[in-house]
Structure formats: C-alpha cells, structure tokens
C-alpha cells in the first residue's frame, strides 16, 4: 500500500470526499460509459463534453462553485470543460493527441479499476460462487493446460481461490451487521422489515447457493487430489517452477521454487479452511433468524399481560432517558418509575418468601388439617375449555401447520398476502408461516417472490405457499 500514491498521486481521491463527491461520481460514470462502444479507454474530447454538458443541462443543480474557487459557474458547457479539467488535475483521466490531431481523453488503467469497483460496490454486486468453483475444478481437471502448468493453472486457481473465500468471508460479514442492526433501537416493523430483505439478499441467494448448488465440499477432494499431484510430480513441478519464473520475472530458482509450494498449500489450506467457515456462517444465520424474531415478538407482545407491561415500562424509561439529558442510567431513578415496578408487592411471610420463616419454640394448638373445597364439575370443565383456548392460541408448528391446510383446502397454493391481518397477532402467525415453511418437516413450503406488501401499517416480502411434495 505503500506504492499506491506513487502511482495514483496525492490528489487522486480528493473528489470522493469534496463538497461536488456526487457530480464528480456522476461524471467519472459518464466518462466510463463512453467508452463502452471504443477499443480502449479512451474517446474524443468533444464528445465527452457534449455529453457532461447535457448531463449539467438535466441536473437540479443550477449554480456549482468549488472549494477553491471564488468564481460560480452557471453554464452548462462550462462545467463540463472544469469539470475534465479539474478530473484532470487529480489524476483520473489524461489527455493525449491522436494522428489526426484530435485530442482524446484517457482513463488510466488505476482510474479504470477504482472506477469498475466504485459501480461494484454501489450496486451491490454479488460473488457467483458456482462459477469460482466450477472455473478453479475445470482448471485442475484439464489435461492440456498442463503444458504450461503455473500460467494457465496455479496462478489463475490461486487468484479464483482468494476471490472465492474473499466472497465468503464478506458473507460472514454481512451477517454479522444484520445482528447488529437488529440491537439498534428500532420499531417492530423496521425489524420486519430488515428481516425480509435480510431473506431477499442473504438467506434466499448467498447463504442458500452455499448449502446447495455453490456447495465448495463438492469439488474440494479433486481439487486437492490434484494440487497434490503437481507438487508430487517432479516433471510436472519442474514445468510450473520454471513457468513461475518466467512469467513473475524470477532468476533464482530456488526463491521460485518456494514461492510456488507455497502458493499451492495456501491453496489446499483455504479449501481445507471451508468447513470452519461455513460453521460460523451456519451459526451467526441461526443467531440472527432467532435474534431477529425474539426481538420482534418483544415488541409486539400484548401490552395486557405481564411480559407486554414490562416491555412498556422499559420503553417509556428508554424515551424517559433520552429526552431528558440530565439523568443517566447509573442515577437511581425518580420515585414514579420506581413505583411502577411493585409489580409483586410483599406484605407477609409465607413459604415462598425470600427470607425463611423462623422457627417458633412457643408451643400452640396445632390447626385443623386442611381440607379444600372440591371443585365442581362444571368448574373442571370451564378450566379444560380455558386450557384449551390457551394451547389454540399458541404459535405452535402444529397450529400453525393446522391453520395452512385450511386455507389450502381448497387450494393449489396461497399467497401470504392474501391472509388477511387485522392485528399484531395475524402479523406474527404470518412470520410464523415463513419460518416453519422452511423446515424439511413441515407440510407445506414457501417460495419467496419479489413484490413487497403493505398492510395495516405492516410491511413485508410477498412469498407463496405450496403443499410440500414429499
């Protein structure tokens, strides 16, 4: 890293982090685009400035000053031409004279790799594993890119291999801020809703493609097998320490024989490292579905029962605290949020009390033993039918399960959004849905779909539900 303003300059990022960050990213995209339809990167200057200067002509910005300038700029066309200039400046393009005397602007290569990983990040872009994977296996399998063995297989496995496990790292990553944003202080629907896209980006595409189709232990005995082979083969070594030298520039053969043993057990090294990986991963998916749902039903808990009363409390202490700067949660509290927690007032001695009850040596008339009243039948039958209400309304796989054959008695298949939800409760049954439809035991299956769905102040990701064929 030490080379890199070497080669970039010491200006080079200052439009990211300048007051004009957006239009100049707006430009340097314009100017990567242009090129699209050339044989190199690199276009005429008119017709780039044609092009800024329609950009400025549709953008809501009128008047653009810069940091170090005292003079406003208002015309189109001008900003297009400072704009290059000051690109220039920095380091992002260059100018050269074609045979014909035009003069070109040119990206260079540093400019076109920020630019490229710029986009990347921008839009999100994802690692197709599957393609890593297959790329890597191909190579080693090929018999006839063993002639030249270091350039046509061990360098392009070994950079597919750390871009590989460079993916799946960043997965781990992303897991990792999505059960730190469920800790922020948000509402029961951001929850919902961060729960859904956290289904949509990770759950349903990466972390699924990693179980099944992307599946590295698959491939992971041939590839090793076959690096194994290489290192083994004193023919086919020699062959790949020699084409390390070549192509790296290398004369000491001993440094080039090193270097290339050690490339290959980094290599057997990651893929032997895969397992470990997909455990933590395994484990922090499970750590967020279940942080993410506890949470939430934290927070849709029924404010009438005990657990729905706390979660008041807590909360109106949490607004309580932040309005008022003055207090501190180490300050003992004011006497009315004291008092709101006699939830179990103490006013005698009894066998469940926390302080045991003395033994008296004072001799008494001992009581009448106890006899309780006996419960009528009719009273046994109004607690049976309590009970019974209570286990109906339990979010339990069964009822759960119970409640899905219903509606898909009739039907092939239903959408969720077609379940009507009128309170917390129907909101809740249908996360409930989501969650045991992708259980192998379950009876029916769910299949996400794209649409987002907004009802009652509730807001999530559309899925259907199907009978699982089994």
Not at 337 to 362: D, M, T, V, Y
Request: proline residues 2%; hydrophobic residues 35%; charged residues 30%.
């Amino acid at each position: 890293m030490e080379k890199l303003f070497n080669i970039v300059g010491e200006n080079f990022f200052k439009p990211l982090t300048s007051q004009l960050k957006t239009i100049y990213c707006d430009c340097l995209d314009i100017i990567y685009q242009s090129y699209r339809t050339e044989l190199s990167y690199g276009t005429e200057r008119e017709i780039l400035v044609a092009k800024l200067t329609d950009y400025f002509d549709n953008s809501a910005v009128s008047d653009i000053q810069f940091e170090e300038d005292t003079e406003t700029l208002n015309d189109s066309r001008t900003k297009a031409h400072m704009f290059l200039r000051k690109l220039r400046e920095f380091g992002w393009i260059e100018y050269e004279t074609a045979n014909d005397q035009t003069q070109r602007i040119v990206m260079p290569s540093y400019a076109v790799s920020m630019v490229q990983t710029l986009k990347s990040i921008a839009n999100n872009d994802e690692l197709e594993y599957q393609s890593e994977i297959s790329a890597i296996y191909s190579l080693l399998t090929n018999e006839e890119l063993l002639n030249r063995p270091y350039l046509q297989v061990i360098r392009p496995v070994y950079e597919r291999t750390l871009s590989l496990f460079t993916g799946l790292k960043k997965l781990n990553t992303s897991i990792k801020k999505y059960i730190e944003d469920i800790t922020a202080d948000k509402a029961s629907e951001e929850i919902l809703g961060d729960f859904f896209k956290y289904h949509d980006e990770i759950g349903s595409k990466a972390y699924h493609r990693i179980k099944t189709s992307d599946n590295v232990a698959r491939f992971r005995n041939t590839i090793i097998s076959r690096l194994k082979t290489i290192q083994s083969n004193n023919s086919l070594f020699e062959r790949t320490v020699a084409g390390y030298q070549n192509v790296e520039n290398v004369s000491d053969s001993d440094k080039a024989e090193e270097e290339v043993r050690y490339i290959i057990s980094d290599i057997i090294e990651h893929f032997r490292q895969y397992d470990d990986i997909v455990k933590e991963i395994d484990k922090k998916h499970s750590k967020y579905i279940r942080n993410a749902m506890e949470r939430a039903k934290f927070l849709l808990l029924n404010s009438n029962n005990m657990e729905g009363k706390i979660s008041v409390i807590l909360q109106m202490m949490a607004d309580y605290f932040n309005k008022d700067e003055q207090h501190n949660l180490s300050e003992d509290a004011d006497e009315d949020i004291c008092s709101a927690f006699n939830i179990f007032p103490q006013g005698f001695l009894s066998e469940s009390s926390l302080k045991p009850i003395p033994i008296s040596r004072k001799i008494t008339d001992i009581d009448d033993i106890y006899i309780p009243d006996e419960v009528s039948e009719e009273e046994r039958k109004q607690r049976r039918i309590a009970i019974y209400e209570k286990n109906k309304n339990r979010f339990s796989r069964k009822n759960i399960s119970e409640f899905v054959n219903n509606l898909l008695k009739e039907n092939k298949e239903v959408m969720a959004s077609d379940i009507a939800i009128h309170t917390r409760r129907d909101m809740i049954r249908i996360i409930f849905i989501n969650l045991y439809g992708r259980s192998a035991k379950s009876d029916y299956e769910i299949i996400p779909v794209e649409e987002k769905i907004n009802s009652n102040g509730f807001q999530f990701r559309d899925f259907r539900i199907t009978r699982r064929v089994k």
